[in-house]
């Protein structure tokens, strides 16, 4: 990268970044480079915390993003109006790199719905006074912000929503029941998208709001899943009056701001690193530690997740290359999604071949039976943020080019769809 008159040379920004590291945390210790399958070893997808244990983690990382806040290496592509540097992907990737040589907080992901899809989108969607009082703050993870978009009959076709808004004069009254709603239960606010307009076809009748999640009538159900955490909750709105200065975009423009937060959902171009579960490194280290490298069928099976691992960061390199190009998130974001899901998958199938056993009965030995958490959760993530056959869809239709699937209810009100 040939660097412009504003932009630091890159070897001085690194230099300069791990002196304030350096000042700010401490070093891994020169035997764990979190590869390595020792005590400190995490392949964890989701955690499964107590739920005061999983606050005061997150207390952590929101402190350390507040911490890089100071110097704007919170957000380092991001604009100096909010608090980033405005630099290019490779100084945030570079940074990342380096952080992962400190001792930091565990991600957790209503820190990154917060700050990687929510600021955002506030950001676009908000007037003068949404954007002064949330971007800066949602981006410094000083609060964070959940998603409430699925419900228990709306997810894959989200647009078919029934969480109704009313207007009542300067205020909006919500009633309804949100499912799925990762970090909820440690949210100070909500992204909501609501139906305002039942008449209208299903995807031209929804607003967005961003809700306080202890304003009276909001009820946060935690949910206890596989891995044993408690990562995502039934949220109730009963009669929950939201000020019309908390909606976000104009009356009926619910569905663009959506799109708009899953675009930034499955846009895996940052390449910061910030992915959950097991890596390819961990996964070679792990092979090495249980000495099954020089098996044929284990080594070809590493190989087929080597090359995986690569083709994803071509296609996340070629993606972080269109948004500097200055195009927003858009349906090639469903390829990085599905290659990052897949990728996830595979691992799941690699470990259990290497570890046999020992992935199910804990013998003891570091980083075998860990993986277990990295199994158990990643099938949430080929769900999450819209499963693999919608994202298929997406990059069929909207990539490639392919005939639609048949959209019977498009233009029909959504109440005279039959439900
Ligand atoms: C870990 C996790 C975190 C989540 N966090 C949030 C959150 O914070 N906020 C939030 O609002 N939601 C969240 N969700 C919900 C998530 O967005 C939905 O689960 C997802 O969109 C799928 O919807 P559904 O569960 O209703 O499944 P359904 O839509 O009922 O789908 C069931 C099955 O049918 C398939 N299918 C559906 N439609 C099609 C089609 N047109 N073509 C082919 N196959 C199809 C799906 O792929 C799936 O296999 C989360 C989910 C998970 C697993």
Not at 148 to 156: Q, R, T
Not at 283 to 295: D, F, P, S
């Amino acid at each position: 990268m040939v660097a412009d008159m504003a932009t630091p040379d890159l070897d001085e920004f690194v230099a300069a970044a791990r002196a304030w590291l350096d000042d700010n945390a401490e070093r891994r210790p020169e035997s764990s480079d979190a590869h390595t399958p020792d005590e400190t070893f995490s392949v964890a997808v989701f955690h499964a915390l107590a739920t005061d244990d999983e606050r005061a983690l997150l207390e952590r990382l929101k402190r350390w993003t507040q911490r890089k806040a100071e110097r704007g290496y919170h957000a380092i592509g991001w604009p100096p109006e909010h608090g980033g540097l405005g630099l290019p992907g490779a100084y945030a990737r570079a940074f990342s790199h380096l952080e992962r040589e400190y001792v930091t907080p565990a991600s957790h992901e209503i820190h990154s719905v917060t700050t990687g899809l929510i600021a955002p989108t506030v950001r676009i969607f908000g007037d003068d006074e949404q954007r002064s009082r949330f971007v800066d703050r949602f981006l410094a993870a000083r609060d964070l912000c959940c998603q409430l978009f699925s419900e228990p009959g709306a997810g894959s076709d989200l647009a078919t929503l029934a969480c109704r808004a009313e207007r009542d004069g300067e205020e909006w009254v919500v009633n309804g029941q949100k499912v799925w709603s990762s970090g909820a239960q440690f949210s100070e606010w909500g992204e909501l998208i609501a139906r305002t307009d039942p008449t209208a076809p299903k995807h031209r009748g929804l607003t967005a709001f961003v809700v306080p999640m202890d304003a009276p009538g909001v009820e946060v159900r935690p949910i206890r899943q596989m891995s044993g955490g408690s990562s995502f909750n039934e949220v109730f709105l009963t009669d929950v009056r939201i000020p019309d200065s908390l909606r976000l975009g104009a009356v009926g423009e619910g569905w663009k701001v959506a799109l708009t937060t899953l675009g930034f959902e499955r846009d895996h171009s940052d390449g910061s690193g910030g992915r959950v579960g097991g890596s390819w490194r961990q996964l070679l280290a792990t092979a090495r530690a249980v000495g099954v490298t020089e098996h044929p069928v284990i080594r070809q099976q590493l190989a087929r997740v080597y090359s995986h691992h690569r083709v994803e960061g071509f296609v996340s390199r070629r993606a972080a290359d269109q948004r500097r190009a200055g195009a927003e998130p858009g349906p090639e974001g469903s390829l990085g999604k599905l290659l990052w899901t897949e990728g996830m998958t595979l691992v799941s199938d690699v470990v259990a071949d290497v570890l046999g056993a020992a992935l199910v009965a804990d013998t003891g030995a570091p980083g075998t039976y860990a993986w277990g958490e990295h199994v158990l959760g990643a099938p949430g993530y080929r769900i999450a943020g819209g499963s693999d056959e919608v994202q298929r869809n997406i990059i069929g239709e909207r990539v490639l080019g392919l005939p639609a699937e048949p959209r019977v209810d498009k233009d029909v009100p959504w109440n005279e769809i039959p439900r």
